[in-house]
């Protein structure tokens, strides 16, 4: 089977798949001589993608560090609330007086690692995704307020519903895709 080099970090991976294992780079084919190909290029479409606007757009802008990229990006019919998964982390965007002020977006960053389940809910045109997050206990926990030490599940909701079971699928497989590449393989 064909292996391919990762541009960033150069590790190899097989051809199949669409991301780096060790950094979660995209993998692209090496151009092949016209004469070799069999057919038209296959090329990876992202359904489940939908750009952030607005104040929400500047502050992911704001929170996006060097080689990473956006893979998966939601936000409410209002734009004042969203999130973007990257290559790294999940970041959940409030904008306006969700933060408690009035100009400024405020950004929330979620380690895959740290993400225990990924749960939607779809009523009509409008849908809501929650990110039940472990503890420093290391056990899931629902309805606990935020304070130091803990994090509270991220509710999303007012997103738009025909788009939410996509992402919420798309999510799980990033998530699970962590926590496969931190189990050592035997």
């Known amino acids: 089977m064909e ?3 990762c541009p960033e970090c150069g590790e190899s991976a097989f051809a199949t798949e669409p991301f780096c294992p060790a950094c979660g780079a995209t993998l692209k084919p090496q151009e092949q001589d016209d004469s070799q190909s069999q057919g038209p290029q296959v090329r990876f479409d992202t359904p489940v993608a939908h750009p952030l606007t607005g104040g929400l757009l500047e502050a992911l802008r704001g929170e996006l560090k060097e080689k990473e990229r ?6 409410n019919q209002t734009g004042t609330l969203g ?5 790294r982390r999940v970041l959940v965007l409030r904008a306006g007086t969700l933060t408690g002020a009035y100009s400024r977006a405020a950004c929330r960053e979620l ?3 740290s993400i225990a389940e990924v749960k939607h809910q779809s009523v009509g045109a409008l849908g809501k995704l929650q990110f039940m997050v472990r503890t420093l206990g290391g056990k899931p926990e629902v309805g606990v307020r935020g304070r130091m030490g803990k994090i509270v599940p991220e509710d999303l909701p007012g997103m738009p519903g025909d788009r939410v079971l996509a992402v919420a699928e798309a999510l799980r497989q990033l998530v699970a895709k962590a926590e496969a590449m931190q189990k050592p393989t035997p």
């Open 83 to 87: 999130f973007a998964a990257t290559n």
């Open 70 to 75: 956006v893979l998966v990006s939601l936000q």
């Open 111 to 113: 380690p895959y690692l």
């Open 3 to 5: 292996r391919l080099k």
